[in-house]
């Protein structure tokens, strides 16, 4: 029984469920955005704020970028990336879903809202970006299932993945040892449903959300998946000393070459802790901000507005200037 005690204190801190701050509830700078001729109202789908009104406006002939937040997230947990986006002229809304639920579930639901987007407008161009928990969901609702229906033409989409756990999540292999249920009278697998909910089928090597995590759909038109090494970084540090690591996900857990081999796939691997690269109120991902510039997602910064980012980027982040 010490072993099972073990594994339900692991169990605890499953699936990469990084507590992070959320960033202030009020409305986003307008910033260099495009005036907003369309008021939507999608399931699911949001401003990236913790503000109750959950309209969306937008320019309906422009690109959106949709935002997936992981687990013990909100909408305002990006916040900040998308007051950046914004100051790039670059609109965006986030997707919200009970992180406990299964994730082929809230994939289903996303890929509903993001259909439902694309219909309700002229955009010509969706980008979908998941980090941690988001990245498997947003991965899941792209792909091609006969069980769903098509994300429809014209609009094409973009699919950005970061420190996401594509192998499966490494604390949650006790739950994913089909053979240990009978063994255990069921108390294995009632532990993980107790612990994270149902989604626990989904999050271990052995599910078939992780083995067969299907073909994208052909209206993908590029996939950049953002890899995150997380080893030696910090969280916070409290007299010189590190009290809480950011290392939440190995490479080897981010790595699945059933969803690498894709002719549309970019690969990018990058030092930075898994909160940091997406940032909190602490530090602002400047690393996140340079590969999506550097990739084109993320438009360049214009010369003569770098200062005007840098006061953003400390006003947001209450962190110095973006390097």
């Known amino acids: 029984m010490n072993r099972i005690g073990a594994f339900i204190t692991v169990l605890s801190f499953l699936g990469g469920c990084a507590s992070r701050e959320a960033m202030n ?45 992981g687990c013990f997230g909100s909408s305002g947990e990006f916040r900040g990336l998308a007051q950046v986006l914004a100051f790039h002229g670059q609109q965006s809304a986030c997707f919200t879903y009970d992180d406990r639920a299964k994730l082929t579930h809230s994939a289903t639901d996303l890929r509903r809202a993001i259909k439902q987007l694309a219909e309700q407008s002229r955009m010509p161009q969706i980008t979908v970006i998941g980090h941690s928990m988001g990245a498997l969901i947003a991965r899941n609702a792209l792909t091609e299932s006969p069980a769903t229906a098509p994300l429809g033409d014209p609009v094409n989409f973009r699919l950005v993945t970061i420190s996401g756990p594509f192998a499966g999540i490494e604390s949650a292999r006790t739950c994913g040892k089909v053979w240990l249920y009978p063994l255990t009278l069921g108390f294995v697998p009632l532990s993980c449903y107790l612990t994270t909910g149902p989604k626990w089928a989904d999050i271990t090597y052995s599910s078939r959300f992780i083995r067969e995590p299907g073909a994208l759909a052909r209206q993908v038109i590029s996939y950049l998946k953002i890899d995150t090494d997380e080893r030696g970084t910090c969280r916070r540090e409290e007299g010189g000393r590190c009290v809480e690591d950011d290392n939440v996900f190995s490479l080897a857990e981010q790595r699945n070459s059933l969803v690498e081999t894709d002719s549309r796939f970019r690969r990018v691997e990058v030092n930075a802790g898994h909160v940091e690269i997406v940032g909190d109120k602490r530090a602002a991902p400047k690393k996140l901000i340079a590969i999506l510039q550097d990739q084109g997602v993320l438009r360049p910064t214009a010369p003569g507005r770098l200062s005007a980012f840098s006061l953003l980027l400390t006003r947001i982040y209450q962190d110095d200037e973006l390097q």
């Open 25 to 69: 509830a009020v409305d986003l700078d307008p910033g260099q955005l495009p005036p907003p001729d369309i008021t939507l109202n999608i399931p699911g789908l949001g401003p990236c704020t913790d503000n109750p009104d959950r309209s969306l406006r937008f320019d309906s002939s422009q690109p959106v970028n949709v935002l997936v937040h």
